[in-house]
């Protein structure tokens, strides 16, 4: 009986999120479901509609409870695990689950999946959220990111072609003011923030793992200390001293995607998730076909 109902509920919600079940799910009956989902209102909308045609089908109520972020979920889950109010659902990113799966707190999904759910995604959904054979969670969506751009300081006709034409333009459009502060910056960079300068790094020959002749990766080939690696280095302290590198430590994303959308950064490389803020300033353009070569 569990395990029906847990595959009807993977069936009408698997679409949508990132599945991880902890033990409370299985472990009582009668039970709800309580769901760890969202900090965007309009999903948690989405998720209750959802819940709803679950509860007609099984009598089974659903709970939705809005989150903070997506990044806390790690944290809480740990902290909460042992109380009545901890969740049978959470949603969160793939790369957090193996800590969570080698201390207990996740339970295997595999069991749950037939061929029909499997046809229903790409192959990453899973492959995402699998540690040891094991799947612990279905793909809610894969985020990626692109050359963002004010068209008001960069037109179209001279977005880079490599990464050097990149810096190059950059340094072009920085404008400084009489004591050499930034006005304008070409682009803004976290030097801090290896995902987004990832593309960079593997420019330059650096990498955050190897990998075996299987393809699976390697943890004893740590790719940041080699000699491309150190050619990174020196390109991301010369922009720094330009103006193109953030100097503040506390500083984040959230501070390149402040100045950008105050028109003071001419291209970031960010993804979608301050569409709405960028979509208000008439002159920002994402162009998500560019391609910069190596």
């Given at each position: 009986m569990k395990k029906s109902l847990l595959g009807l509920l993977l069936a009408l919600l698997g679409g949508f999120f990132a599945l991880i079940a902890p033990p409370r799910l299985l472990a009582q009956e009668p039970f709800s479901v309580r769901i760890w989902f969202?900090?965007?209102?309009?999903?948690?909308e989405a998720m209750r509609t959802l819940a709803q045609?679950?509860?007609?089908?099984?009598g089974i109520q659903?709970?939705?409870?809005?989150?903070?972020?997506i990044f806390n979920a790690v944290t809480d889950l740990v902290n909460n695990a042992t109380l009545d109010d901890r969740p049978d659902i959470v949603f969160m990113q793939a790369p957090d689950i193996g800590r969570l799966v080698a201390s207990g707190y996740l339970e295997p999904l595999s069991g749950f999946i037939d061929a029909d759910l499997r046809d229903r995604y790409f192959t990453t959904a899973f492959e995402a959220f699998s540690y040891d054979g094991e799947t612990y969670g279905i793909g809610y969506a894969i985020d990626s990111y692109g050359l963002i751009y004010n068209q008001d300081l960069i037109q179209e006709e001279e977005l880079p072609q490599t990464w050097s034409e990149f810096f190059e333009l950059a340094e072009a459009k920085t404008i400084l003011d009489d004591e050499g502060k930034p006005l304008v910056h070409g682009?803004?960079?976290n030097s801090r923030d290896m995902w987004f300068t990832y593309p960079l790094i593997r420019n330059y020959g650096g990498y955050y793992y190897g990998t075996y002749p299987s393809g699976d990766y390697n943890p004893y080939d740590v790719?940041?200390?080699?000699e491309g690696m150190l050619d990174y280095v020196t390109r991301i302290k010369d922009a720094k001293t330009k103006g193109m590198v953030l100097t503040n430590r506390i500083h984040?994303?959230?501070e390149i995607v402040s100045r950008f959308a105050n028109g003071q950064?001419?291209?970031i490389i960010y993804g979608l998730w301050y569409a709405s803020t960028f979509q208000d300033r008439k002159s920002?353009?994402?162009?998500?076909?560019?391609?910069?070569r190596s």
């Open positions: 969202s900090q965007y209102e309009a999903e948690n045609s679950f509860t007609e089908a099984t659903v709970e939705v409870v809005s989150r903070i972020n682009t803004l960079l790719g940041l200390d080699n984040g994303e959230s950064v001419g291209m920002t353009r994402l162009n998500s076909s560019h391609r910069i």
